[in-house]
């Protein structure tokens, strides 16, 4: 993967994070916006998920550039284990927890987004 589209990866999910702010910031919610928001938030914890899980064999981390390996790697993983996506319920109540989880992942992605 190229520096670019890394950069670009990061950036998607930092768009997608920021969606689901604001739509859990809007109220009153409606019954599309909460179904927006388990969308959304579903779709970040599988992307998570599988950038994490991609890069976790040696063999894979040999062929990373450094660029994957300083900054994108670390990122992925500081946020799969670190916001609370992979614990978080999409199906469950939507809460203040959702806010916070989201808000980590904004944080995580944009300390490399200019």
């Known amino acids: 993967m190229t520096r670019q589209e890394a950069l670009q990866k990061l950036e998607t999910i930092k768009s997608n994070s920021l969606r689901v702010l604001r ?3 809007t109220v009153p919610r ?3 916006s909460d179904r927006e ?3 959304l938030t579903e779709l970040l914890k ?3 998920q599988t950038e994490y899980e991609r ?3 040696e063999g894979v981390q040999k062929k990373l550039s450094m660029f994957e390996i300083s900054i994108y790697s670390p ?3 500081d946020t799969w284990r670190g916001s609370g996506i992979s614990r978080l319920k999409t199906d469950g109540v939507i809460n203040g927890r959702w806010s916070e989880v989201l808000e980590s992942i904004v944080y995580n992605t944009s300390k490399y987004i200019s």
Request: no cysteine; glycine share 0%; hydrophobic share 45%.
């Open 23 to 25: 739509l859990l910031e």
């Open 46 to 48: 599988v992307e998570l």
């Open 55 to 57: 890069m976790l064999p």
């Open 30 to 32: 409606t019954s599309e």
């Open 75 to 77: 990122t992925i993983e």
């Open 37 to 39: 928001i388990r969308d």
